[in-house]
């Protein structure tokens, strides 16, 4: 089974000052294994990435608030994340790995815990897509609730899912900047389709994980500086449904990036109107802080 690097011991420490109440919204925890259990079907294996490192590496970075994404490695296990929200409930949301018939009190039960969405994989190296009559079957169910479905594409998907995107009856999150390569282009199809699905008001985006699609990685000035027109062609087209998130620990990237590089990159997405949307107010509105 494939392992997956730890993340960095000793962030920099970030050149930008992220403001009051800044939202990390996209982060993992992994175990520890020995009290919460990594699934026996998971697609790779990760070192423990407990919630006292994510804690740590918050106070470096000044993150006040956070959204637990439950990981993959967990399965449908989803106490680890429920753990890490529950230590700090007021600042904290979790956003969940369900099975489609999850019953309606224990959905309540995940809302009252503070889950706020339902998170759905359908990349390739992490199995493929899920049954989509399941996913609107468990959508329909927590739409009551106002959660949010969390989506994980491959790029090219955008386009192939778009006419399920349209049937979902709730809002619906792409991760990752929908993972559109920048060496594929900015007229490529997949951030054109993405831009335009950015015209429906159930449509948000995670500007998370430029390691992951740009074309210099770290070596350049800023780390990952050909992202930039990326996100803020993204933020454009929807600056009030736009949320930012570290990706902490880094699974199944190319380059384990600094977490100081990725608050350091913020202001070159846009000034501080424009950010304090990204980390604040969009955030607040999404996971009901």
Known sequence: MKAVPPPLDNPAAPTFRLPPLACDCHVHVYGPEQRFPYAPERPYTPPDAPVERLEALHRLLGVERVV?????????????????????????????LLAPATPAAELE??????????????????????????????????APLGWHVQLHLDAPDLLGYRAFL?????????????????????????????????????????????????????????????????????????????VWGTDWPHPNVREMPDDGWLVALLPHYGGPQTLHKLLVDNPARLYGY
């Not at 815990?113 to 329909?140: E, I, M, Y």
């Not at 060496?183 to 950015?198: T, V």
Request: hydrophobic letters at 45%.
């Open 109 to 142: 039960r995940l809302h009252a815990a503070g889950v706020r969405g339902v998170r759905f994989n359908f990349v390739r190296h992490l199995g493929g897509a899920p049954d989509l009559s399941a996913v609107l079957t468990l959508a329909k169910a927590i």
């Open 68 to 96: 637990v994404v439950q990981a993959t490695v967990h399965g449908l296990d989803n106490r680890a994340m429920l753990d890490a929200v529950a230590r700090d409930p007021r600042r904290r949301r979790g956003v969940a």
């Open 166 to 242: 349209d049937e979902l009856p709730l809002p619906f999150v792409i991760d990752h900047m929908g993972r559109t390569l920048v060496e594929d282009g900015p007229e490529q199809p997949a951030l054109i389709q993405l831009l335009d699905l950015l015209k429906d008001e159930r449509a948000w985006v995670k500007l998370s994980g430029p390691e992951r699609i740009s074309t210099c990685l770290s070596r350049g000035r800023p780390p990952y500086a050909d992202v930039v027109p990326y996100a803020q062609r993204l933020i454009a087209a929807a600056p009030d449904r736009v």
